[in-house]
């Protein structure tokens, strides 16, 4: 019938998709790997920084690059990349909506894929991220805009958790447990990363349906302690489910996560059953 034809129309459009992000643009920053380039472009996501051994701060941007000088030309380019460096304890990293310019060499990602580990090379693909720009301690240039202030704050308020936490715990068990929360693999020791994955329960680094689930049924029992309405636990368990997928970082398990979840609670709010077929539907 009418509701198989949809469903193969979808299932072409999500291969079309898939195969077209594949192909890179020609113009892509991966084309010039294993060059040394003067790049220059904007700072996309909070800078994730480690201390290392000798007190050098070791920084990871990732930016969306604009354009290349290669051998005294010039080129607009496009596409994401991770941007390494170093700085002295105490400089500026840079936030969300800075420019940023540096003198890097371009290689391509890659990954020891091991069995059972993630593949960091599609994990990145996945984010439009095709190449690392090596700037090591060469001084990069931050051109401070004052530009994305929404995404500065959501970035300040997760980084003030995380330092709350770390307050209480070894910087480790934070990271992982920061990691459950909101998801992401940032700091997390290699062997605890591979024993999640071990045991086939590293899905709890990425904010999901589970997720969703479990908080949207906590507040539900909080509204029912209260004896608020349908219509008031709905939107309220709504509010949080938006507010907790920016916080999460709307990656798109997470949209779809909290789509889902807002669907389900507006079939509450309406007295409507909320069955997985309508929904999908």
Not at 68 to 96: C, D, N, P
Not at 147 to 156: D, E, G, Q
Not at 170 to 194: C, S
Request: charged fraction near 20%; include cysteine; hydrophobic fraction near 50%.
């Amino acid at each position: 019938g009418i509701i198989w034809e949809f469903c193969l129309l979808f299932f072409l459009l999500g291969c079309g998709r898939g195969a077209q992000s594949l192909v890179l643009p020609p113009d892509d920053i991966s084309f010039f790997a294993e060059q040394r380039v003067q790049v220059q472009g904007s700072i996309k996501e909070a800078p994730q920084e480690r201390k290392m051994e000798d007190g050098i701060i070791s920084v990871r941007y990732i930016i969306e690059a604009k354009s290349v000088i290669v051998a005294g030309k010039e080129k607009v380019v496009s596409g994401r990349a991770y941007l390494y460096s170093q700085r002295q304890a105490g400089g500026a990293a840079g936030r969300i909506g800075d420019e940023i310019e540096a003198a890097v060499e371009v290689r391509a990602l890659h990954t020891y894929q091991n069995p059972g580990r993630i593949d960091a090379v599609a994990a990145a693909a996945r984010q439009g991220i095709h190449a690392r720009l090596m700037a090591g301690k060469q001084e990069i240039r931050i051109d401070v805009r004052e530009t994305a202030a929404f995404l500065r704050w959501v970035a300040r308020v997760r980084q003030d958790i995380l330092l709350a936490m770390e307050h209480v715990m070894p910087a480790a068990d934070a990271a992982a447990l920061f990691a459950m929360l909101f998801g992401g693999y940032d700091g997390i020791k290699p062997e605890l990363l591979a024993a999640f994955t071990t045991t086939g329960i590293v899905h709890i680094l990425s904010v999901s349906g589970s997720h969703i689930t479990l908080l949207a049924g906590t507040l539900t029992w909080i509204c029912g302690i209260f004896r608020f309405s349908r219509s008031m636990t709905a939107f309220l368990v709504a509010a949080v489910i938006i507010v907790y997928a920016v916080f999460a970082g709307c990656t798109p398990p997470v949209v779809r996560s909290a789509l889902m979840g807002i669907c389900a609670f507006t079939a509450l709010a309406v007295g409507r059953k909320s069955e997985a077929t309508r929904l999908l539907t």
